[in-house]
């Protein structure tokens, strides 16, 4: 195995990804090196990786000076982790694979299926597990408390929970078509699910369950593992009519023991870095796929459940 670096992309203050990526790496027997990109000169990552590019806006018209620069500082692997750059990197997957470069993205459809919080609904009404979703605010005239989000929102920004009619429709009165409209769920807790689809042939291969417990900024800055196959087996059902690659998370609401179908953020998160510590190395996963294709990923099973990962100002990991 050659020498060859990787990018970790709108890496901001994403230490946490960043320490991941070094740990994973290890895996391999050979010189990597880790390159840190975002448009934002002054960022926390600069300072800890190997390299650091400031780069362009991620958009259709800098794809050749965002491709030459990987090819000329021997990038092979690119790891997104901003929502925001989802569909560019999708878009442009298979012509970057063509020159031995692999984003862990899902294909374009999927991606933008699922950055469309009404188009994802959509898929899975069906689903007993899903929460009635809707544009028309009129559809939640009688309801006392329902939620208002942006359809293509990022974050838990613009988020108006357990709210009522009037107080929602006077909020949303200047801009309500880029809105959709739920029903409230008073849960118990919100589940994330981190997941591991196979970028050869999109079967999901593995998948970890965790109570979010402190959310800061719309991120968990405390997460627990937890047991439970039903969100696995949910999961695969689900994602059939999808071409998931890669890291996937789920996210749900918890009450009495049934679970709800939020979203699905089709990249690593912050909290994501639990899954290196039982036994769902993503990032070892994606980088030994593209390189050994026709080789078989030795899947380990020793999950550990309640350990829990902190990632406010601090990483630590507890068993």
């Known amino acids: 195995m050659k020498p060859f670096n990787i990018l970790l992309t709108c ?7 960043l320490e991941w990526v070094k740990n994973s790496i290890n895996k391999f027997d050979t010189k990597i090196n880790v390159y840190c ?24 018209a800098n794809f050749k000076k965002i491709q030459n620069y990987c090819i000329k500082n021997n990038i092979r692997i690119i790891f997104p982790t901003s929502d925001k750059e989802l569909v560019f990197w999708s878009k442009f997957r298979e012509k ?14 999927t991606v933008k299926k699922c950055l469309d919080k009404l188009a994802f609904y959509k898929l899975n009404k069906n689903s007993n597990s899903s929460i009635f979703t809707s544009k ?17 929102g990022y974050g838990s920004r613009n988020i108006i929970l357990n709210s009522d009619y009037t107080n929602i429709l006077s909020i949303t009165k200047n801009n309500r078509q880029s809105y959709i409209f739920q029903d409230y769920i ?8 981190d997941c591991y689809f196979s970028s050869k042939n999109n079967r999901l291969l593995k998948a ?3 109570t979010r417990n402190l959310i800061i900024t719309g991120e968990s800055a405390v997460t627990t593992v937890i047991n439970n196959n039903k969100f696995f087996n949910y999961i695969k059902d689900i994602s059939k009519n999808m071409r998931f690659s890669g890291h996937v998370m789920f996210q749900f609401l918890l009450k009495k023991k049934k679970f709800y179908l939020l979203e699905c953020n ?13 036994s769902m190395d993503s990032l070892y996963y994606f980088i030994f796929e593209s390189f050994f294709p026709k080789k078989k990923i030795k899947l380990e099973k020793n ?11 601090t990483i630590k990991f507890l068993k």
């Open 136 to 152: 028309n605010i009129k559809d939640f005239k009688t309801k006392k408390k329902f939620v208002s989000k942006k359809r293509f």
């Open 11 to 17: 890496s901001a203050n994403k230490t946490q990804i």
């Open 303 to 313: 999950t550990i459940n309640k350990s829990k990962l902190l990632v406010y100002k």
């Open 186 to 193: 008073k849960s118990d807790s919100e589940i994330s699910v």
């Open 37 to 60: 990109g975002d448009k934002d000169n002054q960022v926390l990552t600069k300072h800890l990786s190997d390299n650091f590019w400031k780069m362009p806006e991620i958009k259709t």
């Open 208 to 210: 970890l369950p965790r």
């Open 96 to 109: 970057l694979k063509k020159k031995k470069i692999f984003v862990m993205v899902s294909d374009e459809e």
């Open 266 to 278: 089709p990249r690593i998160g912050g909290a994501s870095y639990i899954s290196y510590f039982n």
